[in-house]
């Protein structure tokens, strides 16, 4: 009579072929975090009775989403993400949760801040709420003689032997990436590829560009030190739930244009504080048409736009990147229809050109062919924005097409090692066989480094391709600030793989239709 799955319980049955029949039990609701047990007295008439009478006790604690029926207000994809974190039914922008996190991942530069903070307040000898949950991913200043940076490395090391972290991307030879078995390189592209992304979980990480991992369906935002330093500790964060701004994008996609041209367009449209606090939900057929790794492009800049998260909804291409990469079951939501949006947006992407943001301002949006008369002093490929496989192998083709040497140094740093193990082993498409690297080399391109951040955030001074004097660069990378690369009067002109290619070309900012 009874279900396991029913609320804390105290009912009677009657059966009236054996005259009188009491049965007394207790249930509880799958998930509900407490019940509370209550008697009642039995009031019914027992003799000749051919009622089943059950007593319930009041609902004591509200229901998981998934174990909820009809949805009282339509939710956003974030909306619901949120809601299902933080074991609530239903949530509004502007409400303040506390949400269980997923996974919270750090790396050289704010690990030790977040670590340092985890320890002052939760005691020396505290252990993290999860060590599995925890990704520490040594990037940004790696390869450099610096040793206040090298030290940060190390403080994430003894951490992580301390608290037996088992997902530690660990690098001790750094004269030889290769001897590293376990470093990856860039953050945000290595937690895609190691299967730390999955749709419907909430990741938080120490970096703006945390927000990358939305191309998965998931929340994914970056955190400072201080709301680190509690994660480890608690498993939680208190968020404010942001409302959503839609983007539809429809049309297809013109064979010279990438994702960077996409979010480019957008943050040009709305401004780099357009979506102050806000989720940046992507869709339509253009996005559903992206690689992962494009998706992953998109959402990487939402940040640039003062974006809290950007999401992607999860699909059979999420799936099948993920397929090998995780075992961990994972559960899709999606935006409910008639769900509440600040505002939409839509675009005709068959129309847009190739675009570049002008120093020094992402939002500084212009037509890379109305720039065509800047001189550039040189080309940086790299970054968790434009260091990924896809990236290079674009690149690679326009080179490929040109059949022509680059005019000015042309920097290449793939994000992981994955990535540089690709650009050294997979054929590009057209090429009769040849890899990104050889097509690299034989256009005058210097020769891949070692996977890293490298200078898309300057770094210490020896950093490879750090702009340590006020030069002209167009970069694959996501920021354009004054200093941002190095030299605080640098001029950095972002822009696509494609039209980094053929700005190296020709020693000007250049369309890339000129080659393709």
């Not at 922008?93 to 670590?115: A, K, Q, Y």
């Not at 090998?324 to 994972?330: A, D, E, Q, R």
């Not at 190739?354 to 992402?362: E, F, G, I, Q």
Request: one cysteine or more.
């Amino acid at each position: 009579m009874a279900s396991s799955s029913m609320s804390s319980v105290a009912f009677f049955s009657v059966d009236n072929r054996s005259g009188i029949h009491y049965s007394w039990k207790h249930g509880k609701v799958a998930g509900s975090g407490f019940c509370k047990q209550q008697s009642f007295p039995y009031t019914g008439h027992a003799h000749g009775s051919k009622k089943i009478v059950s007593v319930m006790a009041p609902q004591q604690a509200e229901r998981k989403p998934s174990t909820t029926g009809a949805v009282k207000t339509a939710m956003t994809l974030t909306e619901k993400i949120l809601a299902k974190a933080s074991e609530k039914s239903q949530l509004v922008p502007g409400e303040n949760v506390w949400v269980n996190v997923d996974i919270l991942m750090t790396h050289d530069v704010c690990g030790p801040g977040s670590i340092g903070i985890f320890k002052k307040e939760f005691g020396e000898n505290a252990k993290v709420w999860d060590r599995e949950k925890v990704v520490i991913i040594p990037d940004h200043y790696i390869f450099t003689s610096d040793e206040r940076a090298n030290r940060n490395v190390d403080i994430l090391r003894d951490f992580c032997n301390e608290q037996n972290i088992k997902y530690f991307y660990d690098i001790k030879d750094l004269g030889n990436f290769k001897a590293n078995p376990d470093y990856k390189g860039v953050c945000h592209v290595a937690l895609a590829q190691e299967g730390h992304c999955r749709p419907g979980e909430v990741l938080l990480g120490t970096d703006s560009h945390t927000c990358t991992a939305g191309a998965f369906g998931q929340f994914a935002t970056g955190i400072g030190n201080t709301d680190a330093g509690f994660v480890l500790g608690t498993g939680k964060l208190l968020l404010k739930v942001p409302p959503t701004l839609r983007f539809v994008m429809d049309g297809e996609m013109p064979d010279y244009l990438l994702a960077k041209d996409l979010i480019l367009q957008i943050i040009g449209e709305i401004s780099v504080s357009g979506a102050t606090y806000k989720a940046m939900e992507f869709v339509g057929l253009t996005v559903e048409s992206l690689t992962m790794e494009e998706r992953m492009t998109l959402c990487n800049m939402v940040v640039e736009a003062g974006g809290k998260n950007g999401v992607v909804p999860a699909d059979e291409t999420t799936y099948k990147y993920l397929e090998g990469k995780t075992s961990l079951p994972y559960e899709p939501v999606f935006s409910d229809e008639g769900a509440r949006y600040l505002s939409s947006y839509r675009f005709d992407i068959s129309k847009l050109e190739p675009l570049v943001a002008k120093p020094h301002s992402p939002d500084n949006r212009a037509l890379a062919r109305e720039c065509k008369d800047v001189k550039i002093d040189r080309v940086y490929i790299g970054s968790c924005t434009g260091g990924k496989t896809e990236d290079f192998m674009a690149a690679a083709k326009v080179f490929l097409a040109s059949g022509k040497k680059v005019k000015v140094p042309t920097f290449l740093v793939p994000a992981t090692q994955k990535v540089w193990m690709d650009v050294y082993s997979l054929p590009v498409p057209g090429s009769g066989g040849k890899t990104c690297s050889q097509i690299f080399e034989e256009a005058g391109c210097d020769t891949p480094t070692s996977p890293s951040c490298g200078a898309c955030l300057g770094g210490p001074k020896d950093t490879y391709a750090r702009m340590n004097e006020p030069k002209v660069c167009v970069s694959t990378t996501n920021r354009n600030f004054p200093g941002r690369m190095g030299h605080k009067e640098g001029e950095i002109y972002l822009a696509s793989p494609y039209t980094a290619a053929a700005s190296a070309l020709t020693g000007y900012v250049t369309d890339p239709r000129e080659f393709l």
